[in-house]
């Protein structure tokens, strides 16, 4: 059976710069057996209710302002899927979580970037699921709970966000072994809860966690987290690391 997997996927310049980050992820599905197809819930989705992709041929859109025209030439031409819309809108339906489908959604980089690390041959069929952001984590959990039955028919369900996500302390200027203690601190302590499946403790992060919101000022970052950690049980580290000082790169998996 194919685990759930949370990647943190950092700056979109991951595609052509993939540091650490690459071979891990590249390692990582070479280790996987193939999917079928593949669900992703990316930070970058942010919607009132949920949506599920069904554009059966989505475009790579460059959702991001200021990089080199490198970047904007990387296409990501994956297949949608959209009976498998269907099928996911069908079972958050049943889960008491209304779908609708949108038949024009592009990738956005938060599917895109990881995924052309991983599967770069783009064979694999793509759909996204959107992030209400505003309901907060349980309704991640709950989504990761409806679509779990997924991962023993082929299917990989991604979340794709950051550990940590606070864009306005970072130091662009520092090297791969500067790492924020604040930025450390929340890490540590997600991964300590994960480790313990203290989930109520999780969903209540914004209170507990050490200098929770300083490292996520909005949290559609780690919501992704959530989706993943419902769909799955036992928690794997695949990579740990931080870039710029306080940007958390982790890859988790829930076997």
Excluded at 43 to 72: C, K
Excluded at 106 to 112: E, L, R, S, Y
Excluded at 212 to 237: M, Q, T
Aim: aromatic share 8%; net charge negative.
């Amino acid at each position: 059976m194919l685990p759930s997997l949370f990647i943190s996927h950092g700056s979109p310049m991951l595609a052509l710069q993939p540091g650490a980050s690459g071979p891990a992820l590249a390692a990582l599905a070479n280790a996987l057996p193939r999917p079928e197809a593949i669900v992703v819930v990316s930070a970058h989705w942010e919607s009132r209710e949920l949506r599920v992709m069904s554009n059966p041929q989505p475009q790579t859109w460059h959702d991001f302002h200021g990089f080199p025209p490198a970047l904007y030439a990387v296409d990501y031409p994956a297949k949608g899927a959209p009976e498998l819309a269907r099928r996911v809108s069908e079972q958050l339906v049943a889960a008491g979580l209304p779908a609708q489908l949108d038949p024009q959604r592009p990738f956005d980089h938060g599917a895109w970037v990881p995924l052309s690390l991983m599967y770069r041959d783009a064979s694999i069929p793509v759909i996204q699921v959107s992030l209400p952001s505003q309901a907060g984590p349980a309704l991640q959990l709950q989504v990761g709970q409806a679509l779990a039955s997924l991962r023993a028919q082929g299917v990989l369900l991604i979340g794709s966000g950051s550990i940590t996500h606070n864009l306005g302390e970072l130091d662009w200027h520092a090297g791969p072994d500067t790492i924020e203690p604040w930025a450390l601190a929340f890490r540590d302590w997600v991964v300590e809860k994960l480790k313990a499946d203290d989930r109520p403790a999780l969903l209540d992060y914004r209170r507990q966690a050490p200098q929770a919101v300083r490292n996520h000022p909005s949290d559609e970052h780690l919501l992704p987290l959530f989706f993943a950690l419902g769909a799955g049980d036992r928690l794997g580290i695949v990579h740990q690391g931080f870039t710029l000082g306080a940007l958390g790169m982790d890859i988790y998996r829930f076997d």
